[in-house]
C-alpha cells in the first residue's frame, strides 16, 4: 500500500519536476534563444508578409479571358450554325505594368526593412527584461544578506535577553525589522516571476515556457566612445524603418503616376477563330476602348496624390523624430553613467555589513547604528544594480535607435 502511495505521488509530482527545470543563459544566448523561438517575432514576420503580398497583388498583370460562343441559325428546314473562340487580353498602352512591378518591388523593400527594425525593437525589449532579470536577482542577493545580519544579531539580542542584560523592546525591535525585510524579500521574489515570465514568453513556446532562467551575464557600465553627432548622422543613413519609408514614398510617387496615365483608355484586344456549319472558317480580330467621358480616374488620382504628399511630409516629420530620439537616448545614457560614477564613493559593502554586525554584538554599536548601516547597505547597492540595469537598458535603447551603431562599435 505504501508503495502505491509513492508512486502515485510521484505521477502527480514529475510534470512539476520537469517544468521547474532551470536553464542558465547568458545575454547573447537570450537573443539567440528569441530569434530561434520567439512568436512575438513570428507575427511581426507575418506582417512583413502581407505587406509583401499586397505588392504583389498590386503588380499582378490582368489574366486574358477565353470565350466559346455557338450561335444556331436555322433558315427554315436548314441546320446552320456558327461557333467562335475568343481570347480577350487588356493591354495598357502607357508602361503602367512597368510602373506598378516597380512600385511594388518598392514595397516589398519597405516591409523587409520595417521587419528588420521592429525585430531590432524586439530584441531590445529581450535584453532590458534580462536586465531587469538580472537586478531582481542581485536586489534578492542584497536582502538575503541583510537577513541573515538581522537574524543573527537577533539570536545574539535573545541570549543576552536571557543573560538579563537586554531588554525584550530590543528583540521586539529586530523582529520588526526581520519582518519587513522579510516582506520586501517576498516582494523581489515576485517581481522577479513575473519578469522571468515575460522573458521566457519571448524565448519559448509550449512546455519550455515553465523554464527558470538564471541570468549568467554579470552586467556592467561601459562608457560609450561615440559622439553624438556621430549617432544621429549615422540613424539618418542607415535606420531601417527610415530607410523603409522613403522606399515607400518613391512607391508611392509611382502610384501616382499609374493612376495619372488610367485616365487615359486601354485597348482590350480580342483574338479568335471562327468556323461555320457551312464549312467557311477563319480567324477573328478586333478590340475595343472605354471611352473616359463620365470616368476619367480623378478620384483614385486625387487620392494617390494626397497618399503620395502624406507620406514625404511623414518622411520629414520621421527624419526630425529619429533626430530627438538619437539626442534624448544620448543624453538618458550620459545621465545614467554619471549617476554610476557618483555612486562609486564611499559604498558600503557586504564585508562592512558583517563588521557593523560585529561591533554591534561586542558593544561598540547600538542598535540603532546597526539597523542604520544595514539600511544604507541594502539602499546603496539596490540603488547600484538599479543604476547598472538602467545604463544598460538606456544603451539597448540608443542601440536601436542609432541603427546600431553603437553594438558596431563595440564589436569593433
Known amino acids: 500500500m505504501n508503495r502505491l502511495i509513492r508512486w502515485m505521488l510521484l505521477l502527480v509530482l514529475f510534470p512539476v519536476f520537469v517544468h521547474a527545470q ?9 537573443v539567440e534563444l528569441f530569434k530561434e523561438n520567439s512568436l512575438q517575432q513570428e507575427l511581426a514576420r507575418y506582417d512583413q508578409l502581407r505587406k509583401q503580398g499586397e505588392a504583389i497583388e498590386y503588380k499582378a498583370y490582368p489574366n486574358p479571358e477565353i470565350s466559346i ?64 532579470y538580472w537586478q531582481l536577482s542581485e536586489k534578492l ?26 531588554s525584550g523592546l530590543q528583540v521586539q525591535r529586530f523582529n520588526v525589522e526581520l519582518s519587513r ?12 516571476k513575473e519578469t522571468g515570465d ?14 527558470e532562467i538564471q541570468p549568467s551575464d554579470s552586467l556592467t557600465v561601459e562608457p560609450i566612445n561615440v559622439q553624438e553627432q556621430t549617432l544621429i548622422q ?32 486601354d485597348l482590350n484586344l480580342n483574338v479568335g477563330y471562327k468556323e461555320q456549319s457551312g464549312g467557311a472558317e477563319g480567324f477573328v480580330i478586333g478590340g475595343s476602348i472605354k471611352l473616359p467621358i463620365f470616368n476619367q480616374n480623378r ?41 554610476w560614477k557618483s555612486m562609486q564613493q564611499d559604498g558600503i559593502d557586504v564585508s562592512m555589513l558583517e563588521a557593523a554586525r560585529a561591533a554591534y554584538q561586542q558593544g561598540r554599536y547600538s542598535l540603532v547604528e546597526l539597523l542604520d548601516a544595514t539600511e544604507a547597505y541594502v539602499d546603496g547597492q539596490i540603488m547600484i544594480y538599479e543604476t547598472i540595469a538602467e545604463y544598460n537598458q538606456a544603451l539597448f535603447k540608443l542601440d536601436v535607435q542609432s541603427a546600431g551603431r553603437i553594438s558596431n562599435s563595440q564589436n569593433n
Do not use: C, W
Not at 532551470?22 to 537570450?30: K, N, P, R, W, Y
Not at 524565448?203 to 515556457?209: A, I, K, M
Open 22 to 30: 532551470s536553464t542558465s543563459i547568458t545575454l547573447e544566448e537570450a
Open 69 to 132: 460562343n455557338r450561335e444556331q441559325l436555322n433558315a427554315g428546314t436548314v441546320d446552320y450554325h456558327e461557333t467562335t473562340y475568343m481570347v480577350s487580353q487588356p493591354i495598357e498602352l502607357l508602361g503602367q505594368p512597368f510602373l506598378r512591378s516597380k512600385s511594388a518591388s518598392k514595397s516589398q523593400k519597405a516591409a523587409e526593412l520595417q521587419f528588420e527594425y521592429d525585430r531590432l525593437q524586439l530584441i531590445r525589449q529581450v535584453k532590458s527584461l534580462y536586465a531587469e
Open 141 to 166: 542577493d542584497v536582502y538575503n544578506d541583510a537577513l541573515q545580519v538581522i537574524q543573527k544579531a537577533r539570536e545574539s539580542a535573545k541570549a543576552r535577553q536571557a543573560e538579563g542584560s537586554f
Open 181 to 192: 525585510y522579510k516582506k520586501l524579500s517576498d516582494q523581489i521574489q515576485l517581481n522577479l
Open 198 to 211: 515575460r522573458l521566457a514568453s519571448y524565448l519559448f513556446s509550449g512546455q519550455e515556457l515553465d523554464t
Open 234 to 265: 549615422y540613424a539618418l543613413a542607415n535606420r531601417a524603418d527610415l530607410i523603409a519609408l522613403e522606399e515607400i514614398v518613391d512607391a508611392s510617387e509611382l502610384q501616382y503616376k499609374v493612376e495619372k496615365r488610367n485616365r487615359l483608355p
Open 299 to 339: 478620384g483614385n488620382v486625387t487620392i494617390t496624390r494626397a497618399q503620395t504628399r502624406s507620406r514625404q511630409t511623414e518622411l520629414t516629420l520621421k527624419q526630425q523624430s529619429v533626430h530627438n530620439q538619437v539626442e534624448t537616448a544620448y543624453q538618458r545614457v550620459g545621465l545614467v553613467f554619471e549617476q
